[in-house]
């Protein structure tokens, strides 16, 4: 007996989430965000409502830190409250950021709400509001912060549930980017589990790895740092009463964190590149949608305004000056142009300078050298850096930067290098 | 560049001092303070300029008079010499350069001009003494090598030396592209800008870098951050405490009642013991008082109402006798006449009575009129009946139905009788009306007849008379007048038909255009003729028309003239005929014959003629007047003839039709008159009949009414009436009759009552006065009287009964007196007392007992009041087993107990409160979220500026390593150099001098290939290596412009082997330049001179 319904499926909600990686921003900028994981959670309830779910589940990381916020705990059980009044269901894993081990504050959860342990696999039946049994949902939570065992291989369906909706929270496949937790292979999610959708968490960017059975990272609800632009949200999933499952995505950030590109190679001035810039964030927040944008912008590409732009106080006076005309209206979407980086290359003939026997060129050759030959990059940068890896909490604090090394650090030297070589060269000429 | 001579004016000690130096190695012997090292300076100073004013060591102003300052001699190439000069006090200390060219008398020491002209262009250009910018003169002739080059690699002492030896690999490098490429300043800047900007970031150890500071700050957060509260454990802690407090503020709301009514109790313990106490005095009381208990309230009630009985009794009495006294008073002023109040009914009586007999009396005087008029309207209408009818008559008659119905009978016979006799007499009006009328008509009718036969007589006389006298024999006649005519016209015509045929040919179109119309005329004219003779009727129209068309003919004669006769002749034949071509063609062929025939057809007309006309002769001839004479008048007048003719037949025949018709009617009218007469002959009888039969009926009826007494002469009708009249009066007769009946008895009874009233008015003097005048009026004066003894009579039967009632109440008080004395003994003995005061005083006693019951229910009542029965028991308990005090102190102990719960419970309370605030105030607090969000945006920043950093860093190590390439590029020419030398220098046992990247210092490989650091080298071995990359370095530094190596001294340390080791080297380089060589050691002298060929020695 199969019949039709209809789930949220939701993670990484990341409740109470310090906005990291903005060095400075406006107070209201500062309240938004910091409010915006609160405000994600509260469209999602506002959006299961209107969408009148049977259920919902969320597969982990429903706070930041499990330690810390009370607000988020308080917040997450008042929301609840309310999905329960509205007959919602809540099926919860926990991950990684807020294993079962954290503090907890002492709060009664709406019956409505099953959280599934940490001890094993477990199950619960998921029914429609109109009383039906819909699906079983099962889940494991993490116990501690750190998951690597492989959970998902113990998950086992019970055969009499009409579907099979499995909560995860971990890396299938091995995402680089992410802590490896959990980890496990899609064809193994894949192979004759019997599962029919895996509502997996832990990976913020939205993506659904596999159909029939599916297998789908919802992604988290609202981008949190620079680093997660675009739309963020959950997914509607209507399964129909022959188990065809049509996903549908529903965007619940309230700021969304941009990142664009744009070339100075059209700008011949300052005042120019200011008014690209400019009717460039116009467009973007007409295009928002009534939603705030947090927007990077990369000024890249060759052009005559490279050799200012490449000394820092410029661009930060440029960037100061565009978001001097940002206004922030009570309860109108606002843009807050938060970072600006210069990535734009001097005028120069590479060419030429790959053949001159200069220092230049021997700078030159260098760099391409360590470009190609990754090893070699790593080797020269992690020495390059020593000293400041070195240092106990620089070391610590930043270890992520120390082992990736990112490349465009040897690039942004190149044009430095050059550029001030060139430069002085050009002042002494 | 070779140094020539040194002329110092004045330089430290030197004053006027020429020193010769032109030699490949030039060797400065002397003792110490001979002026060596001052020596060493002035060149230097010559080369790079005088040492600022503050450094007066390296100055070297001079102490023994002179110029502070001098000249240099040099050559460039072999002859290009110049002359530098350098003056502290001239032109700020800018070198003067002057070029000499190729000789020089330098032996004198000459240093005027006095030199011959050379064609270097460089002389010629300083030729004249030039001022040069330091830096252009470096430029130009130094080869770029600055002073600190210069001092480093050139002007070598023992502790430039020793600072080799402190080289780092990077500035070792710097030497090397400061010496070798020419942007190296730049990449200096540029380097120098970066380690800048790192420095601003970032030190290790620093505080005020950018850096620095950030992860002071976030430390400083995150310290913060960790001393802050856990904000769950507080709020789980603040959970739980609310919880305790919650547990005990219901603990001791849950006490407190309970404390509270002990205190309750205790207060009232304290504040009712005076009640108690009373309450037991009042129990003592009571005791005393106990006995009057005995006595019940109802003994109590029935003593008082015994005794209050018994008074009332008595007063009863008392009453009762007085009431008695005046009730005899009064009954003896009362009297009355029994006589008169028993003939009260009877009067009384009569008294009503006396308002009937007076209507009575009026109804009797009605009555009596009508019967007056009762009497009258009989006798009115008796006498309407018959007037000579009475009474008596009218009481005999009597009038059944049959009677009635009889009469109704009659008079519808007799009603029918007379309508028959009127109906036969109206018939016979009628028929003898009619028979007059047919006889008239029969009259008129033969006179009529007898008219038109007289008129048809007289007509006779104009025009033809005709003949016949019957119609068909007229019509025969006529017939046959006609045919003869027209055989006698055809024969006529035939026999004139040769005379017209020329008149025929001549006009034929004439004629038979004319002949056409004609034809056509008489076709239809003679067939009218002929339907009208063939039907035998005489009809106007149609002789009219036949009229008309003969009339056509004869103009269309007329018109045709003679040459159309034979036309008009056939037509007339045509017409004749009424059909018929072949008897034309017969007739035509006929025609012309003879005349013989014409003249038998005029015999026959003639004949006809005489059948029809009285006198034949003139019509014959006035008809055949065409026969002789054929012109038209004769035609005409014979056709008027005709006409005439025909005329009169026709009229005769119609004569004859209406005189026939008259002669019908007459014999009509005839047989109408003989049937009205006999008609009415047969009604006449009827007539007869009908009148027989009414005097019988008549006869009878007179019969009836004398029967009947009634006037004989009285119609059925008049009977009915006079019947209808009898009733009325019969009904009048009955009432009168009973109307004089009642009269009568009306009158005996006013008789009676008359009598009556006179005998009883008989008894009262007044009322009998009266009588005579009003009986009415003195019946009632008696009724008065009488009414007024009985009324008296009553009041004194009344006083009588209660004077009775009285004296049976006062009976019955004595005997109730009797009853309650004997109960009050009684009581009084069952009480067990003696007398009636004693009772009385043991019911105050009771009372007094009552009291005291009533005192103690309320002290009882106070002391419960509001207590259950079993704080009454304790509160018994404590008045009993406690004395005032002790239940004073019991009770403030209470007060306290109880103030002390509450407080604690307020103050469980106001924790609540405030914990509640806590609570409150954790879950709205931000601060943690603010310090979170400031950790994170510190950690943004000091990312940033890491990133910065390592950009910065990566770019400094960019460039170090491409100068590391450069050294290996370069370095090894140096290097090699220097391995040479210090292969040399060591005789084998160093082979090769490395810098290893990234490693400060300088190695050395020995012999056996091991490396072996600078630093741990024995002091000499240590200077000849660093000797040993001086002079690679020098070598490789300043390839364009050589530069003099000057050495203070530096072999000192040497042993005597690597010494002339050394001075063979010295002699080596000194091919490609110059070698000064400054010692104060003999030996060093001794060996550079025996190694050194071209050595000059310089002795100061």
Redesign the interface.
């Known amino acids: 007996m199969t019949v039709s319904f209809r789930f949220i499926h939701a993670a990484d909600l990341h409740l109470?989430s310090?906005?990291?990686?903005?060095?400075?921003?406006p107070e209201q900028v500062?309240a938004a965000l910091?409010d915006s994981t609160f405000a994600a959670l509260r469209q999602l309830t506002q959006a299961a409502i209107h969408e009148q779910v049977d259920f919902i589940v969320i597969a982990g990381d429903l706070f930041d830190e499990a330690?810390?916020?009370?607000?988020a705990?308080?917040m997450l059980a008042r929301e609840w409250e309310k999905l329960h009044e509205h007959g919602i269901a809540v099926y919860v894993i926990h991950g990684n950021h807020d294993p079962l081990s954290g503090?907890?504050?002492?709060l009664q959860l709406p019956p409505n709400v099953h959280v599934f342990g940490a001890d094993q696999m477990e199950y619960r039946p998921a029914y429609r509001k109109s009383g039906e049994l819909a699906a079983f949902v099962y889940g494991r939570s993490y116990g501690t912060r750190i998951m690597t065992e492989n959970i998902a291989a113990a998950y086992r369906i019970e055969p009499e549930a009409p579907f099979h909706i499995a909560l995860l929270h971990g890396n299938v496949d091995g995402d680089a980017s992410h802590d490896p937790y959990a980890p496990c292979s899609l064809s193994e999610l894949t192979g004759s589990n019997g599962f029919d959708y895996w509502a997996l968490g832990h990976i913020h960017h939205r993506r659904v790895l596999h159909e029939y059975p599916h297998v789908v990272y919802a992604g988290n609800a609202q981008g949190r740092n620079p680093r997660e632009t675009g739309a963020k949200g959950c997914y509607l999933v209507e399964v129909s009463a022959a188990k065809a499952v049509e996903m549908t995505f529903l965007p619940l950030d309230v700021v969304r964190w941009l990142e664009i590109s744009h070339s100075i190679a059209e700008a011949s001035s300052e005042q120019e590149l200011l008014q690209q810039l400019e009717s460039l964030m116009d467009v973007h927040l007409l295009e928002s949608a009534g939603r705030s944008i947090m927007l990077r912008v990369n000024l890249v590409g060759r052009g005559r305004l490279h050799q200012k732009l490449s000394e820092?106080l410029i661009v930060r006076t440029l960037l100061e000056q565009l978001q001097e005309r940002q206004s922030f209206a009570v309860g109108e979407p606002w843009l807050h142009l938060y970072r600006m980086e210069a990535a734009t290359g001097a005028e120069l003939d590479w060419e030429q300078l790959e053949e001159e026997d200069?220092?230049a060129g021997?700078?030159y050759r260098?760099?391409a050298l360590l470009e190609a030959d990754q090893t070699l990059w790593h080797e020269?940068?992690k020495?390059?850096?020593s000293?400041?890896a070195?240092?106990a909490?620089?070391g610590r604090?930043?270890h992520d930067?120390w082992d990736e090394l990112p490349e465009r650090?040897?690039e942004?030297?190149?044009e430095?290098?050059l550029g001030?070589?060139y430069g002085?060269?050009e002042r002494?000429g | 560049m070779k140094l020539i001579k040194a002329e110092i004016n004045g330089y430290g000690q030197l004053n006027a001092r020429q020193i010769p130096l032109n030699a490949p190695v030039v060797i400065v012997y002397g003792p110490n303070e001979a002026g060596k090292s001052t020596m060493f300076g002035f060149i230097r100073s010559m080369l790079f300029g005088f040492a600022r004013r503050g450094l007066p060591l390296e100055r070297q102003e001079p102490v023994n008079g002179g110029k502070h300052g001098g000249r240099l001699f040099f050559s460039l190439a072999e002859n290009e010499l110049f002359v530098l000069e350098r003056y502290a006090s001239d032109h700020a200390g800018k070198p003067k350069l002057r070029g000499l060219g190729g000789e020089l008398g330098t032996q004198e020491g000459q240093s005027d001009q006095a030199s011959q002209e050379t064609n270097s262009e460089a002389e010629a250009r300083y030729a004249d003494g030039t001022l040069l910018l330091q830096t252009d003169w470096e430029r130009q002739f130094l080869g770029g090598v600055t002073e600190r080059l210069y001092r480093q690699l050139f002007a070598i002492t023992l502790s430039e030396l020793q600072e080799v030896g402190a080289l780092s690999g990077d500035e070792l490098g710097r030497y090397l592209?400061q010496a070798g490429?020419d942007?190296g300043?730049?990449?200096a800047?540029?380097e120098k800008?970066?380690l800048q900007e790192m420095e601003s970031l970032?030190k290790?150890r620093g505080s005020l870098q950018t850096?620095n500071q950030q992860?002071k700050s976030?430390?400083q957060l995150e310290a913060t951050l960790r001393k802050r509260e856990?904000?769950?454990?507080v709020?789980?802690e603040l959970?739980?405490q609310t919880t305790k407090l919650e547990a005990s503020i219901a603990r001791m709301e849950s006490e407190l009642p309970e404390k509270a009514a002990r205190h309750r109790l205790m207060s009232k313990a304290c504040s009712a013991r005076p009640l108690w106490l009373r309450k037991q005095k009042l129990f003592v009381e009571r005791e005393s008082v106990a006995y009057a208990g005995k006595i019940s309230e109802a003994a109590e009630r029935s003593w008082t109402e015994l005794l209050r009985q018994r008074a009332e009794r008595r007063e009863e009495w008392e009453k009762h006798r007085q009431k008695g006294m005046l009730i005899e008073l009064q009954l003896e002023t009362i009297s009355y006449d029994e006589e008169l109040i028993r003939l009260g009914t009877e009067t009384e009586a009569l008294l009503q009575a006396s308002d009937s007999m007076r209507k009575l009396a009026q109804d009797r005087a009605e009555l009596a009129s009508e019967l007056r008029e009762h009497d009258e309207m009989i006798a009115r209408l008796v006498s309407s009946i018959a007037p000579e009818w009475t009474e008596r008559q009218l009481r005999e008659l009597q009038v059944t139905v049959a009677d009635r119905d009889l009469v109704r009978n009659e008079r519808q016979q007799a009603l029918e009788l007379l309508r028959s006799e009127e109906r036969i007499a109206a018939e016979l009006e009628t028929l003898s009306q009619q028979e007059l009328e047919a006889s008239l008509a029969l009259e008129e009718a033969r006179s009529a007849a007898e008219r038109e036969q007289a008129r048809r007589g007289r007509s006779g006389g104009e025009g033809f008379e005709v003949l016949p006298g019957t119609r068909e024999a007229l019509k025969g006649a006529w017939n046959a007048l006609d045919l003869a005519l027209r055989e006698w016209e055809l024969e006529r015509v035939r026999a004139a038909g040769s005379d017209g045929e020329a008149a025929e040919t001549r006009q034929p179109a004439g004629g038979s255009g004319a002949g056409m119309l004609w034809v056509a005329a008489a076709g239809a004219g003679g067939a009218a003729l002929a339907l009208a003779v063939g039907a035998g009727e005489i009809s106007l129209a149609v002789l009219v028309l036949a009229g008309a068309a003969i009339l056509l003919a004869a103009a269309a004669m007329v018109r045709s003239r003679s040459g159309a006769a034979p036309g008009r002749e056939r037509s007339g034949q045509q017409l004749g005929r009424g059909q018929g071509r072949g008897s034309r063609s017969t007739a035509a062929s006929a025609g012309s014959s003879n005349a013989a025939t014409l003249e038998s057809r005029e015999d026959r007309v003639m004949k006809a003629l005489e059948v029809v006309v009285r006198e034949p002769r003139e019509a014959a001839a006035a008809l055949l007047a065409a026969k002789h004479h054929r012109s038209p008048e004769h035609l005409l007048a014979a056709e008027q003839a005709r006409v005439q003719l025909r005329a009169a037949v026709e009229a005769t025949l119609e004569a004859l039709l209406a005189s026939e018709r008259l002669i019908d009617h007459c014999s009509e009218l005839a047989q109408r008159l003989d049937r009205l007469r006999a008609h009415a002959a047969g009604r006449r009888e009827a007539a007869a009949a009908a009148a027989q039969t009414r005097q019988a009926a008549a006869r009878q009826w007179a019969g009836w009414l004398a029967a009947r007494s009634l006037p004989a002469d009285m119609s059925p009708t008049a009977v009915l009436e006079a019947f209808e009249l009898a009733e009325q009066a019969l009904q009048r007769l009955q009432q009168y009759d009973r109307l004089s009946a009642k009269h009568a008895a009306a009158g005996s009874t006013l008789a009676a009552f008359a009598k009556q009233a006179a005998e009883l008015c008989g008894h009262f003097e007044e009322a009998a006065a009266e009588f005579a005048a009003d009986p009415a009026l003195a019946l009632r004066l008696l009724h008065a009287e009488i009414r007024r003894h009985a009324a008296a009579k009553q009041d004194a039967l009344g006083i009588i009964a209660r004077r009775e009632e009285l004296n049976m109440a006062k009976h019955a008080a004595d005997l109730r007196l009797q009853e309650l004395a004997a109960e009050i003994a009684a009581q009084l003995a069952a009480a067990g007392l003696a007398g009636e005061a004693e009772y009385a005083l043991a019911l105050e006693h009771r009372r007094t007992l009552q009291f005291i019951h009533l005192e103690l229910s309320k002290a009882e009542l106070e002391i419960a009041a509001g207590l259950s029965e079993e704080r009454l028991r304790e509160l018994e308990l404590l008045f009993e087993g406690y004395d005032e005090e002790q239940l004073q102190a019991m009770q403030s102990s209470s007060l306290t107990e109880l103030e002390e719960l509450e407080r604690e419970k307020r103050e469980a309370l106001e924790k609540m409160g405030r914990l509640r605030q806590s609570m409150e105030h954790?879950?709205q607090e931000e601060e943690?979220?603010r310090l979170?969000?400031e950790?994170?945006?510190t950690?943004?920043?000091?990312?940033?500026s890491?990133?910065?950093?390592?950009?910065?860093?990566?770019?400094?190590?960019?460039?170090s390593?491409?100068k590391r390439?450069?050294e290996e590029e370069r370095q090894p020419v140096v290097l090699r150099n220097a391995s040479r030398f210090i292969e040399k220098l060591t005789e084998g046992k160093y082979i090769r001098v490395l810098t290893v990247p990234?490693e400060s210092g300088i190695k050395l490989e020995t012999a056996d290939r091991r490396l072996i650091d600078s630093e741990v080298l024995s002091r000499g071995t240590a200077e000849q290596v660093y000797l040993a990359m001086r002079f690679a370095l020098a070598e490789e530094a300043s390839q364009g412009a050589k530069l003099p190596l000057m050495l203070d001294d530096v072999f000192v340390n040497f042993d005597k082997d690597r010494l002339h080791a050394v001075a063979k080297l010295l002699e080596e380089l000194s091919c490609e330049r110059q070698i000064i060589v400054m010692t104060c050691h003999e030996h060093v002298r001794d060996a550079l001179q025996r190694h050194c060929a071209e050595a000059a020695l310089v002795q100061l």
């Open positions: 109470d310090p906005f990291r990686g903005l060095a400075k921003a500062r910091s330690d810390r916020s009370l607000r705990q308080l503090k907890r504050a002492a820092p200069s220092f021997e700078l260098l760099s020269f940068a020495d390059a850096v000293g400041m070195g240092h909490k620089l604090l930043l930067k650090w040897l942004q030297a190149r430095l290098t001030a070589i002085g060269n002494d | 592209y490429w942007s300043k730049t990449i800047a540029a800008r970066l970032y290790p850096m992860l976030l430390e856990d904000s769950i454990g709020f789980n959970t739980a954790l879950l943690q979220q979170l969000a950790k994170e945006m950690l943004a920043q000091l990312e940033s890491a990133e910065r950093y390592a950009v910065l860093s990566v770019s400094a190590a960019l460039i390593r491409t390439i450069y990234g």
